[in-house]
């Protein structure tokens, strides 16, 4: 079993700044990319970071120059800093982790069960 545990989401007036962790745990042989995603009411979930264990990341439009993914890979951890918050950041943000289980094994999509952002006055 293979678990995704995530902290740091709360509410913050625009402006300010969240940190968002999350751990993974578990049956892991292997973990290739992780990331954030999120999913505000009503819309699709999306992309926010995502980085490799090389190091290679990717950031939605919206968040560039705002948001930082970083990870531990001897900790199998993954933080997105957040700051310059806006209203349009609410969501639920997910963390995602693409994991080998077992040498051998193929890789499966793992996801948290999700942290509130609400970024309001």
């Known amino acids: 079993q293979v678990q995704l545990v995530e902290s740091g989401g709360g509410l913050v007036q625009p402006g300010g700044s969240l940190r968002l962790s999350c751990a993974a745990s578990g049956s892991i042989f292997s973990i290739d990319a992780m990331g954030w995603y999120r999913q505000a009411p009503g819309k699709q979930r999306e992309l926010v970071a995502v980085m490799t264990t090389g190091g290679r990341t990717n950031y939605a439009d919206s968040v560039k120059g705002r948001f930082t993914i970083s990870r531990d890979n001897a900790k199998s951890t993954v933080a997105l800093q957040m700051n310059i918050l806006k209203p349009e950041d609410t969501a639920v943000y997910y963390c995602?982790?693409?994991?080998?289980?077992?040498?051998?094994?193929?890789?499966?999509?793992?996801w948290g069960q999700g942290t509130q952002v609400t970024v309001s006055s």
């Open positions: 995602n982790a693409v994991i080998q289980p077992d040498r051998g094994s193929a890789l499966y999509n793992y």
